[in-house]
């Protein structure tokens, strides 16, 4: 193989299909041929190879050939970040603006009760850098901790703690003040693990109430996009993202009229949620 060649599932991201971590595992499945040929786990191609995913080909692209487009995204608590959810609920993926011919991919992810910032993009290797432990990204949330916090419980957590999957810390926190049980704080944190801010407290025998990231790198979730809305950014504000990452500014391309009419009856469509509905009280019982 020449020096041209790069990894199959890098490639699969440029054209748009999704993560490479989601392109790891469609190559695992089978579901990729390259030349004819199922793939495996290492393969590298080039351009002129013919690549079929779930059987039907797909447009290689090289690297300055991918619409860098980056959306940022207020989502509510109860939405998933799944394309499909087997159950029927809501995803994050349900309200964003449709794209042809390419998909968008999520930078990073958010559990089912914590809201606020996701960003999305169409350059599959612009979310890898993002997401990557080794770019360093700063991310942070507003977090609602009940019981009162103690200063000791607090160092710990910055000097690090041992969770089940390894150390973790915050390399910052500040207090917001509250009421009652409850207090705010803002925590900054280096790495995206599976519910890592809510663990690094339940390590204090503390309870998060209220979990929202209000900022991903140099991006902050601001009053453009309520909750449920999404709004698209600049050239300036992805080629800080871009910065961040390692990688060089790309002219973010403008929407077509069609596309601006498909994104402007998107957003009409997909409403933003105004809260989630609590259950009634059964007849006879209080509130």
Not at 22 to 38: C, H, L, P, S, T
Not at 53 to 72: H, K, W
Not at 87 to 97: A, C, I, N, S, Y
Not at 148 to 172: H, S, Y
Request: a positive charge; aromatic letters at 6%; hydrophobic letters at 35%.
């Amino acid at each position: 193989m020449s020096d041209t060649s790069e990894k199959l599932q890098k490639v699969l991201a440029r054209a748009g299909l999704g993560s490479r971590r989601e392109m790891e595992a469609a190559i695992a499945d089978g579901r990729v041929k390259v030349n004819g040929q199922v793939a495996t786990l290492g393969d590298r191609i080039e351009l002129r190879d013919k690549v079929a995913f779930d059987d039907r080909p797909v447009a290689l692209r090289s690297a300055d050939e991918v619409p860098r487009r980056v959306i940022m995204y207020n989502k509510p608590e109860g939405e998933l970040c799944t394309r499909k959810d087997p159950e029927g609920r809501r995803t994050v993926f349900d309200r964003l603006p449709r794209l042809k011919g390419e998909r968008w991919i999520a930078i990073g992810r958010l559990d089912i009760n914590t809201s606020g910032l996701l960003l999305f993009t169409t350059d599959g290797e612009l979310a890898n850098r993002l997401m990557h432990p080794a770019t360093q990204i700063e991310r942070e949330y507003a977090v609602r901790v009940m019981g009162e916090v103690a200063m000791n419980q607090i160092k710990a957590m910055v000097e690090g703690v041992m969770l089940d999957d390894g150390p973790a810390r915050f390399t910052d926190v500040q207090e917001f003040g509250g009421e009652g049980i409850n207090t705010w704080f803002h925590v900054v944190i280096m790495e995206g693990r599976n519910r890592e801010v809510r663990r690094l407290w339940e390590s204090q025998n503390l309870t998060v109430s209220r979990l929202k990231r209000v900022r991903y790198g140099n991006i902050f979730l601001d009053k453009r996009a309520k909750a449920g809305e999404w709004v698209e950014l600049g050239q300036d504000e992805i080629d800080d993202l871009a910065g961040q990452a390692g990688l060089p500014s790309r002219k973010v391309p403008e929407l077509t009229p069609d596309e601006k009419n498909r994104w402007s009856r998107d957003k009409n469509k997909r409403r933003p949620v105004q809260g989630m509905r609590k259950p009634r009280s059964p007849k006879g019982k209080g509130r």
